[in-house]
């Protein structure tokens, strides 16, 4: 799938230009050049503010046209990666309309998080560290999690996820409202 693309014809549908696009999520029209030809990836944060702008829940980018929307049971090979960087979220039920909460099982692997750049949406998240170590960064805190730790926060504040630890890290987190 290629992602910039998919941004290119959502900001066209939406009547938006690059510039307009670039200053409305606070990122250099370069970038946002370069991402929509597919020339860079997008950071995990990056992607997640340009949805934000156009109106737009990371899940729902990543979804396929075919919806079946009475599904229950979620096998692995079927929940839709939407991280990058290495990190993997792996969200069940994606295709879901009515969807009121983001329920995900992540992936950190050493040296890996959620990007340079603090992450803020509306909301509360809730999650559980599996295995591993997990630092979280919010306001002048640091907060040290490993398997068995828990976390909940408000999602407003800016906030980053960090694996500093020398083994892979997951975690199993909830988001409200559904904003990925």
Same mark, same amino acid.
């Not at 009547?15 to 510039?19: M, N």
């Given at each position: 799938?290629?992602?910039?693309?998919?941004?290119?014809?959502l900001r066209k549908q939406r009547?938006?230009?690059?510039?307009e696009l670039a200053k409305l999520?606070?990122?250099p029209n370069s970038t946002l050049?370069?991402?929509?030809?597919?020339?860079?990836?997008?950071?995990?944060?990056?992607?997640?503010?340009?949805?934000?702008?156009? +109106?737009? =829940?990371?899940?729902?980018?990543? $979804?396929?046209?075919?919806? *079946?929307?009475?599904? #229950?049971?979620?096998?692995?090979?079927?929940?839709?990666?939407?991280?990058?960087?290495?990190?993997?979220?792996?969200?069940?039920?994606?295709?879901?309309?009515?969807?009121?909460?983001?329920?995900?099982?992540?992936?950190?692997?050493?040296?890996?998080?959620?990007?340079?750049?603090?992450? +803020?949406? =509306?909301?509360?998240?809730?999650? $559980?560290?599996?295995?591993? *170590?997990?630092?979280? #960064?919010?306001?002048?805190?640091?907060?040290?999690?490993?398997?068995?730790?828990?976390?909940?926060?408000?999602?407003?504040?800016?906030?980053?996820?960090?694996?500093?630890?020398?083994?892979?890290?997951?975690?199993?987190?909830?988001?409200?409202?559904?904003?990925?």
């Open positions: 799938m290629k992602v910039g693309k998919r941004i290119k014809a009547g938006l230009s690059q510039r999520v606070n990122l050049s370069m991402i929509e030809r597919d020339a860079v990836s997008p950071s995990i944060s990056n992607l997640h503010k340009i949805l934000n702008g156009l +109106s737009m =829940p990371l899940s729902q980018f990543f $979804t396929h046209d075919f919806v *079946e929307e009475d599904k #229950l049971v979620y096998g692995p090979d079927e929940l839709t990666d939407i991280g990058s960087d290495g990190v993997q979220y792996l969200l069940v039920g994606a295709e879901k309309a009515d969807r009121q909460l983001t329920f995900l099982q992540e992936v950190y692997p050493p040296g890996s998080g959620t990007g340079e750049e603090w992450i +803020s949406h =509306p909301g509360q998240e809730a999650g $559980t560290v599996l295995s591993g *170590e997990l630092t979280i #960064l919010q306001g002048h805190q640091e907060y040290q999690l490993k398997a068995g730790d828990s976390y909940y926060l408000n999602t407003q504040l800016p906030h980053q996820f960090v694996n500093r630890g020398n083994e892979v890290c997951k975690i199993i987190s909830a988001v409200t409202p559904a904003s990925f």
